[in-house]
């Protein structure tokens, strides 16, 4: 990923202060007009994103807030000004240096450039494995049931190699880092040496997910994050109003339903289908 260059520290801060307000001021009044859209509202939301790219954040809490926002207006857009501004700095959000500095608090948050530590079930660990095979190492010290490995490392290598097994006493580490190829990452060997193992998929399953290896999924390019996630659509479309929080009156709804019976080609049965007369 190319890393995207803001400018000079120094700038960044007179940015902030030409406002008027410490960046958590900033933020706290952006916050304000997260349910705001409007022109102005619009205008000062661009203004205060801008200001905001590049200035460093106290703490981690500030940083998750302002990835928020940011978030939240990529989905509800005011303008095109607003969602290209929005894209630019989620584009490099994994560079801010307030992220760099409090990465380990951010740790399961979703943001770009942030580890994900979670027992992965067995069809995600195989999935990520396969796609990400330098990324995904074992957290030792979070996972409580490593030393039930030990009974199935025979399942998990070649027969040729059992032999070792007998003759050496290890710990459940030492066993992975004597077995696994040099410069392959310990979780990565792991879970494809079940995938290998001469049983049926729900047996690997099973002993696997019983086993409940604890992982890290470390960041870097191509990496699944809330940041980056976006779905494509045909067309952008931007939110000029209030949302709409309410909740639809459904015996109005259904009442307004259109209901239409039609037979089934070469059977004896009928469909039903329905739908709204007028938009909800």
Known sequence: MKRNTWSHPIRSVTKARSFGKTPRALLAELASLRLSFSSAAALRKRALFEALADVPLPSPKDVLKLHELLVFARAYPD????????????????????????????????????????????PTAVALARRFPRR?????????????????????????????????????????DFLRSEG????????????????????????????????????????????????????????RAPLDASRPDLVKATRSWRVRVREVTGTRHHSTSAWPATPW
């Open 79 to 122: 303008d095109e000004g607003v969602l290209a501004t929005v894209e630019t700095i989620l584009a490099g959000f994994e560079w801010r240096r307030d992220l760099q500095r409090h990465r380990g608090e951010l740790t399961n948050s979703g943001i770009a450039g942030t580890e994900i530590r979670y027992k992965f079930f067995y």
């Open 136 to 176: 995904l190492r074992i957290d030792w010290r979070a996972w409580k049931r490593k030393r039930d490995l030990v009974p199935y490392l025979a399942l998990l290598v070649p027969y040729s190699e059992t032999p070792a097994l007998d003759e050496w006493d290890r710990e459940p580490r030492q066993w992975i």
């Open 184 to 239: 392959e990452r310990d979780g990565v060997f792991l879970v494809l040496r079940f995938t290998a193992m001469d049983a049926s998929s729900f047996v690997r399953e099973v002993i696997y997910d019983s086993l409940s290896p604890a992982m890290v999924l470390e960041p870097g390019p191509g990496l699944p994050t809330r940041t980056h996630a976006k779905a494509p659509v045909a067309q952008v479309v931007f939110q």
